[in-house]
């Protein structure tokens, strides 16, 4: 009997067939690419545009209307318009934005005025981020010791964040692998023998140990907790008090907004500018994008990738593929498991998958007003997180375990028109609502009321008025995010970030390299290292590694 999740995705596969039709000829054989992309997310786009920069024959096949997967702008009600999935930028790698001319294409990215604001109840507020000594007047309101260790918690994270930049734009070392895996092995045992012991001893507690025990171990006061905690639990099924959610923290601050480390921002016109500037590269280097184009099938003859089928039929041959879609996608659903060995088929099916975030984009009539600050400021145009202590993020975790929904879920909210007027009409306002904990395998198509009732209630007792402010809201739960997106499970970053899924282990131990089972197929989605965030680094490294197998350099 189908279970009432393959229900859900049989109808929402359904739905995609009526309503996307490919726009080419059915039927027919197309034979003239030297590799074909599927997916146009923004690592589809980069990787499509690095191997056409060295010279190759590049078409991008997308099932969605429009480019970008989970990093895109869409109009969400009339005249309101907002990044409907992801919405916040600074994993986006600089190298990518500079080779790809980016800026040039018209993404311009902003900083926020200081990275968090946390109404803790009705008289308490913190502003975390920006100006060190600002932020720590901010905190030494709870705890004057926490306030003297920020600058030892920040140098702490950079410098294991540093050894985590350096391994971003490089393959991993693949288990079983030849002599490059063991230059590429040798090359990340140097990196860590750069470290000193205490550096050494922070990597390990970064890698293995749960946020709430390092923030413990760091921090005495809630506020404070709460807001480094946060990144630990986004798209991240977890307690913060689970094993390795201090890696998912870590994750979380690699980046940088124009060359600020650690700083999050907004792209204007929201994220989808930054996918339609690599669609604009990608285009002028002569790749060949086609939306509304779902691929149905991948063909395998004598183990290798031969061809692309499209729903209406089409068929396409390329000697490289490239997939840009979640591993469990591809293996599971698009290519025939008698291709697959069935010590792969079994490892494929044990590839964690799941994020508990429900996402939300609501058109404001105005701005909310917090009890513990109610005047408009800077605070409204930073990431909002309303979840006061890893206490209540680990209640939320469990609800979610118990109930299926957090009965208080954790609610970041980011209102980005504060930041770009291009999103909402004058005098309004477009947020973004980021939300945990809400079970991915529960009957969504009962409980997503249920789940809306349950944030709006917990920004209308840190805001109220909220409610009646609200013109319009969508909402996506995590069937919503797999229906829509094709995220597996809800899972934003194609697959959970834990020891046993990064770096050499991702997405499986053994195919790290940016190739799979299969001849002539690979893998260039966040499902391979590093994994999710807007970052382009698996499109990136994928391409290197396409050109690598055919003698060709990155240009
Ligand atoms: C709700 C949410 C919030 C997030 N917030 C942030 C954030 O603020 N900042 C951040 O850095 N990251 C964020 N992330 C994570 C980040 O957006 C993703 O990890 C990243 O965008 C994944 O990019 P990708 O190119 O690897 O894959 P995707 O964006 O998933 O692209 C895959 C593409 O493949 C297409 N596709 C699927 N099946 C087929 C098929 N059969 N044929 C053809 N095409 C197909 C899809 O339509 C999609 O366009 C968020 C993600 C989500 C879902």
Redesign the pocket.
């Known amino acids: 009997m189908q279970s009432k999740r393959a229900r859900i995705l049989v109808a929402c596969n359904a739905q995609f067939q009526k309503v996307w039709q490919p726009s080419h000829r059915r039927g027919t054989t197309i034979n003239n690419y030297d590799v074909i992309v599927?997916?146009?997310?923004?690592?589809?786009l980069v990787c499509a545009c690095y191997l056409a920069k060295a010279g190759l024959k590049v078409r991008v096949?997308?099932?969605?209307a429009v480019?970008?997967?989970?990093?895109v702008t869409e109009e969400f009600h009339p005249g309101f318009r907002n990044s409907v999935?992801?919405?916040?930028?600074?994993?986006l790698q600089a190298r990518v934005i500079k080779e790809l001319r980016l800026a040039e294409h018209g993404l311009r990215i902003v900083e926020r005025p200081f990275g968090n604001f946390l109404p803790l109840n009705e008289r308490d507020s913190l502003k975390i981020g920006g100006d060190l000594s600002a932020t720590q007047a901010e905190v030494a309101k709870f705890s004057k010791r926490d306030a003297q260790q920020l600058p030892a918690y920040y140098a702490m994270v950079e410098q294991v964040a540093t050894v985590l930049r350096d391994l971003v734009l490089r393959s991993p070392p693949n288990v079983g692998g030849g002599v490059g895996d063991i230059w590429s092995a040798l090359q990340l045992m140097s990196e860590v023998r750069q470290l000193d012991m205490e550096g050494r001893r922070n990597l390990l507690n970064l890698f293995t140990k749960s946020a709430g025990d390092l923030l413990d171990h760091w921090f005495e006061s809630d506020g404070i907790k709460a807001c480094f905690g946060f990144d630990a639990v986004v798209?991240n099924y977890a307690s913060p008090y689970h094993p390795g959610t201090a890696y998912v923290l870590l994750h979380h601050n690699f980046g940088e907004v124009n060359g600020k480390r650690g700083v999050w921002g907004h792209a204007i016109g929201g994220m989808g500018a930054i996918s339609n500037a690599m669609a604009s590269e990608a285009r002028h280097l002569g790749v060949e994008i086609s939306c509304n184009?779902?691929?149905?099938k991948l063909e395998v003859t004598n183990g290798r990738m031969s061809t692309v089928v499209l729903q209406d039929g089409t068929e396409l041959h390329a000697r490289s593929i490239a997939a840009?879609?979640?591993p469990k996608?591809l293996y599971q659903r698009?290519i025939d498991q008698r291709h697959l060995s069935e010590e792969f088929i079994t490892r494929m099916q044990a590839y964690k998958c799941g994020s508990a975030?429900f996402?939300m984009n609501v058109a404001l009539s105005e701005l909310p007003k917090f009890t513990c600050l109610p005047t408009a400021g800077p605070h409204h145009a930073a990431g909002i997180i309303l979840a006061p202590s890893l206490k209540y993020m680990e209640r939320a975790y469990a609800d979610a375990r118990e109930h299926g929904i957090a009965q208080q879920p954790i609610v970041e909210m980011m209102i980005s028109s504060t930041l770009d007027d291009t999103l909402a009409p004058a005098g309004r306002h477009v947020a973004s609502l980021?939300c945990q904990h809400f079970d991915p395998n529960i009957d969504w198509s009962m409980r997503k009321a249920e789940a809306i009732a349950r944030i709006f209630d917990v920004i209308e007792s840190h805001a109220p008025g909220f409610k009646a402010s609200v013109i319009a809201h969508t909402a996506?739960s995590p069937a919503d995010?797999e229906c829509e997106?094709?995220?597996i499970g809800g899972d934003?970053?194609?697959g959970a970030l834990t020891l046993d899924q990064l770096y050499a282990a991702r997405p499986l131990l053994g195919y790290a390299n940016y190739r799979g089972p299969i001849k002539g197929l690979y893998l260039c989605?966040?499902g391979a290292h590093p994994g999710?965030?807007?970052?382009g680094a698996?499109?990136y490294n994928c391409a290197r590694e396409v050109l690598r197998d055919r003698r060709m350099r990155m240009k």
């Open positions: 599927i997916g146009a997310g923004h690592n589809g096949l997308e099932r969605r480019v970008g997967g989970a990093a999935a992801a919405y916040t930028v600074s994993l798209g184009a779902e691929v149905s840009n879609v979640n996608l698009l975030s996402r980021f996506l995010l997106f094709g995220l934003i970053f194609h989605g966040s999710g965030g807007v970052t698996p499109g």
